[in-house]
């Protein structure tokens, strides 16, 4: 289980143009509309999972809660 607080900066490093249609809908879900965008998420388990299938197209930071 992940850490309590913890929370994952995800940032769309490249574009969705040409992407799969499933990886499209994911990076939308997360909130990464355009390249260069960052979202902060919490550490969860379907957080993680949406973030493997984009591995390719993001960049994920941890971040220090608060």
Do not use: F
């Not at 143009?17 to 990886?23: A, L, M, N, Q, R």
């Not at 960052?38 to 809660?65: C, K, N, Q, Y």
């Amino acid at each position: 289980m992940p850490a309590k607080g913890k929370k994952l900066k995800v940032t769309l490093e490249r574009s969705l143009i040409d992407s799969k249609p499933v990886h499209k809908k994911n990076a939308r879900a997360l909130g990464l509309r355009r390249r260069g965008a960052s979202r902060i998420h919490e550490d969860t388990p379907v957080i993680r999972g949406m973030i493997a299938r984009v591995a390719h197209l993001v960049r994920v930071e941890e971040v220090a809660d608060g």
